[in-house]
Each structure stands twice: as structure tokens, then as C-alpha cells.
């Protein structure tokens, strides 16, 4: 396995990421755990010390254990990681003057005749290799046994090593994605380390159980189900780790999609065997909603019911002492950057904010890790089924924000239904998994019709899909006219109530994904 000293940079999970995609083991540990000590009982194969935003030149900033240079293993000093490096082998590292401070995109180019050695163990043989860089300080003078091999305008040691102990030291971000070859490197350096690239995420989901075991130890445990995939991933993980100590809760709040709670309940039920309480809680959430037309009442309505109701139903298990949240490493990132602000740690309404504090209860989060596809690979080696790993995102006030205006019971069984047709034809033409999100709404509008012999006087549905790497920004899915059209009649003949059929073409920006 491999060893990860933090010292605090916003990026280290990437590294984690990296070395997960080369099939490495590793574990992350903060520098202020890494003592002499521990790295020995660890005995890594490898180290990694993460970049951080201290400077080395402060007096108390943080150092890696001695013990790390003596373990006779390769070693990667990433940005604050190769300063602290450089400092602690008996080089000098000076304080970033704003001449050589180096943020954004740069370029290294090989180091006189070095590119041989370059060529095969980083860069592509053109000669330039785009690199990350993030650094203020920088070094100045590099320790004894240390080769230059690669410069960059900026960093002149932008890539160091002393290949006759295995030390590696690099100024820029091998990890990020805007150091396109950065993978290359790491692969270099575990190959280097004797690493065969056998661990999967088979074994994650075994170290984690006996992570979750450690933690829990006989304790009740809740869990919020909504039947998203971070939250049924948490859900089964735990089952599988504690068992009948998990109860989760899933909340029916009367804006899910068509059959979606009994479905939901009955796979986490029958297949799983999952302790579960099912909360019908529709006319709670309906009758608040009754009147309310402005989008962020709406949002904050049901915010503050589920939390309510959750809170009513957690109450009754008796003994919990833990809160079981699917939170994921970006939604981690988010809130650290944010940090001093206000909490931005409540993605959506199944994490649960504010009520771990309020119950006493402490947090498991066993997909801080990762990333959502990792989280989808593990479902799937979770046995989850591959058509609930790939559904498309759905927001945590479900149909209320795809019903622009008043909500009432007429219009969401309509539109439940019209949903229903619209991504069964998407389903059955074979779309599904090429487009990131799509669903009916319903318009806050009658309009005229004719069907037969009569004129009709009924709602209007929009239909949408859009293309996105993460929501932030969308493109329209281009739908055949054909699909359309045929998708048009089966809606207006197969749902009651509706008699006019739009598709919104709408991409973000300047429009959101959903309605309101
Ligand atoms: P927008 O509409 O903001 O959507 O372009 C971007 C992504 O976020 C989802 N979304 C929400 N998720 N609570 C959620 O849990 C919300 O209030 C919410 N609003 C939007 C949306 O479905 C899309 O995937």
C-alpha cells in the first residue's frame, strides 16, 4: 500500500483518485498523524507527500516524518511536498517573490539532455509538456544526490530527482486533470515502487466495511434513503458492514416519480433485506405546499419538513448514535473552500443539515472518497442494478420545481404520468444512457385542443434532455423529429388531461436544467 502525507492541499483526493485508476491501494493520512511511529507500523511500499499551503519557510510549518526518507522506499514530493523536501535533504527553499510565483498553465521543457530519461517517465517526447502549477515559495537550491530533469519558466527545478534512492520531486500538480500526462507519472513512479495494479474496488468495499465495524462498533446507526444512487450506495455498504444495527428512513413526500417509493421500498426490502421505515408523509407535504407558487418557498418548505419528519422518525430508533450520509468528495471540496461561510455541506435534502447537531448524532460517510463514477462502480459491485447505478440525477424537491407555480394533486398525477411515457419512449429507443437528465414538466397553463369531434381545454406538458459533464453548464439533446413527434401521440393519447406537448430547447445557460 501506499502512504499519502497530506499537508493540506485542496487536490489531494486527486491523487487518491489517480492512484485508484492505476489499481493502487493507498491511504490518506494528515501530516499531523504521519509520525515516526506510524509510518514504520504502516511500512508503505510508497510515499506520496501531498502540496499544501503552508510555506516552509514558516517557522512550525509542517514536515514529514523523519522516518519517510529512511524507509528505503520511493517518495513523490508534490509542490509544498518537494519544497519540504528539498529543506529537509539540504536544500533551500525562498519565500515566493510575485517575479517567481507561478499560478495556472506552464509549460516544462527537459533539462539539456535529460529527455531521454523525461521521455519515458513523463513526458510525451514533444519536448513541452503542459503542467498545473500552484506554488508562492519555490526552491531555490536543491538538496545533494538531486538531478534536475525538467524546467519551467517560472519554477527552475520544476522537476527533480535523485534516482539512486527513488526520490522524486515535483514543483506543479502531476494529479490534475490541466496536467494532461500527469497519469503517466504516477504510473511511472508505482511502477517503480513494485506496485502490480492488482487492488479494485472489490477490495474498497471490504476495507470499508471493517473501516465502518471500527467506527460504529455495536451501535445504532440512521440512514436517509431517498433511492439515489449516493444514498442507496451508503445505505447497502452499511447493511452489509452492520447489518440489522441499520435502520434508514425513506421519506415519501408525494413529489417522486410514478410507483418510485413502492418500487424503491420493495427492492431495499425484498432484495436487500434492509431495516426500513417508509414514511408516507404525502398529505404533510402537499397541504404545506397548497398555495405556494414562489420557487424558494417551495425549496424551503420542504426543506424544513424533511428535516421535521426525518428528525420524528430518527427519534424512534432507539440508541442511535450515528447518521449515515452519502456525502461524496466534491461535495466535501465544495464545503471546504466555502469554509467560513455559510454551511454548503447540504447538497440536497436527503443530507440531512443541521440534524446531526440537533440529535447528538455523529456522521459515518463512507463515499467521502470518492467521486460519483467511482460511487457507481462501487453500487455495481455492491450488485445494485445497472438501470438504478445509471438514472439520471433527480432533485431532492422532486416534481415540485418541474411543476412551475401552484402544485396540486391533479397536476402531479399528471405529470407523473407523462414523465413516465416520456422516458419509457427514451428508454426504449435507446437513449437513455446518452443524455444526463431528462423529464416531463408541467406548465402552469391550460390551452386549446381538438380531439374527435370536441374541443378540449387541458395542460400543457414541456419535455426536456440535456447533454453535461456535472449540471453546470447543458446542452439540449437533439432529438429526432420523428422521436418527437411519436413521443407526442403517445403522451397526448396515453395521459388524460393534457393536449399540447412542447419540447424546450432551452440550454444552460441561459436556462437551468430544471423549470424553476
Ligand atoms: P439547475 O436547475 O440548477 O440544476 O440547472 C442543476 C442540477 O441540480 C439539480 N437540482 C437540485 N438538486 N435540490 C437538489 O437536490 C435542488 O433544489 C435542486 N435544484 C436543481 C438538477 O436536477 C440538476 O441535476
Known amino acids: 500500500r501506499l502512504l499519502i502525507i497530506d499537508f493540506g492541499s485542496q487536490v489531494t483526493q486527486l491523487i487518491a483518485r489517480r492512484l485508484r485508476e492505476l489499481s493502487v491501494y493507498c491511504e490518506i493520512h494528515p501530516y499531523q498523524n504521519a509520525t515516526d511511529a506510524f509510518v514504520k507500523e ?29 524507509m528505503g522506499v520511493p517518495i513523490l514530493g508534490i509542490c509544498y511536498g518537494q519544497q519540504v523536501m528539498m529543506h529537509d535533504l539540504g536544500g533551500r527553499v525562498e519565500a515566493g517573490e510575485h517575479a517567481t510565483a507561478e ?32 506554488h508562492g515559495d519555490h526552491v531555490a537550491e536543491i538538496a545533494p544526490g538531486f538531478e534536475v530533469y525538467g524546467t519551467s519558466p517560472g519554477a527552475p527545478f520544476a522537476i527533480t530527482a535523485d534516482v539512486s534512492r527513488n526520490f522524486y ?5 502531476p494529479e490534475v486533470h490541466h496536467t494532461p500526462n500527469g497519469a503517466t507519472l504516477y504510473e511511472n513512479f508505482v511502477k517503480l ?17 471493517e473501516k465502518i ?46 410507483n418510485e417509493a ?19 408523509e ?14 424558494e418557498v417551495k425549496r424551503k418548505t420542504i426543506g424544513k419538513l424533511f428535516i421535521d419528519v426525518f428528525q420524528k422518525y430518527a427519534d424512534q430508533i432507539e440508541g442511535a448514535q450515528f447518521l449515515a450520509q452519502g456525502t461524496l468528495y466534491p461535495d466535501v471540496i465544495e464545503s471546504v473552500s466555502f469554509s467560513g461561510g455559510p454551511s454548503v455541506t447540504i447538497k440536497s435534502h436527503h443530507n440531512v443539515g443541521g440534524l446531526p447537531e440537533k440529535m447528538g448524532l455523529k456522521l459515518v460517510e463512507p463515499l467521502r472518497e470518492l467521486f460519483k463514477d467511482e460511487v457507481r462502480a462501487l453500487g455495481h459491485e455492491l450488485g445494485l442494478p445497472a438501470s438504478f447505478i445509471g438514472r439520471h440525477p433527480f432533485p431532492g424537491p422532486g416534481l415540485a420545481i418541474r411543476c412551475p407555480g401552484e402544485i396540486t394533486r391533479e397536476k402531479l398525477a399528471i405529470l407523473q404520468k407523462a414523465d413516465a411515457v416520456y422516458i419509457d419512449q427514451i428508454r426504449k429507443h435507446g437513449l437513455y444512457d446518452d443524455i444526463w437528465q431528462a423529464f416531463a414538466a408541467i406548465l402552469p397553463m391550460k390551452t386549446v385542443g381538438v380531439m374527435g369531434d370536441g374541443r378540449t381545454y387541458d395542460f400543457a406538458v414541456a419535455l426536456r434532455a440535456v447533454t453535461s459533464v456535472d449540471g453546470m453548464t447543458a446542452d439540449t439533446y ?24 412542447f419540447y424546450d430547447v432551452t440550454s444552460k445557460p441561459p436556462g437551468t436544467i430544471e423549470m424553476e
Open 478 to 501: 437533439p432529438f429526432s423529429h420523428d422521436f418527437l413527434s411519436e413521443t407526442m401521440t403517445r403522451i397526448i393519447n396515453e395521459v388524460k388531461g393534457v393536449n399540447r406537448v
Open 169 to 173: 520531486a515535483v514543483q506543479f500538480h
Open 282 to 295: 404525502k398529505d404533510l407535504f402537499l397541504n404545506a405546499l397548497e398555495g405556494v407558487s414562489d420557487p
Open 193 to 209: 515502487a513494485g506496485f502490480t495494479g492488482d487492488w479494485n474496488m472489490g477490495a474498497y468495499r471490504e476495507e470499508m466495511i
Open 42 to 70: 504502516f511500512a508503505p511500499k510508497a510515499i506520496i507527500f501531498s502540496g499544501g499551503p503552508d510555506s516552509v519557510m514558516r517557522e512550525g510549518s509542517p514536515r514529514p516524518p523523519k522516518a519517510a526518507y529512511e
Open 262 to 280: 413502492e418500487e424503491v421500498v420493495k427492492m431495499f426490502r425484498e432484495s436487500y433485506n434492509l431495516k426500513l421505515i417508509a414514511a408516507d
Open 103 to 134: 499560478f495556472g498553465r506552464a509549460y516544462v521543457t527537459p533539462k539539456d539532455d535529460r529527455d531521454a530519461f523525461l521521455n519515458g517517465w513523463f513526458m510525451d517526447g514533444t519536448g513541452k509538456e503542459q503542467v498545473w502549477m500552484s
Open 213 to 258: 465495524r471500527a467506527q460504529v462498533g455495536d451501535k445504532q446507526v440512521i440512514c436517509g434513503l431517498s433511492g439515489g444512487v449516493d444514498s442507496s450506495v451508503t445505505a447497502i455498504l452499511l447493511h452489509e458492514a452492520i447489518g440489522d444495527q441499520l435502520t434508514c428512513v425513506f421519506v415519501d413526500h408525494g413529489l417522486l416519480r410514478l
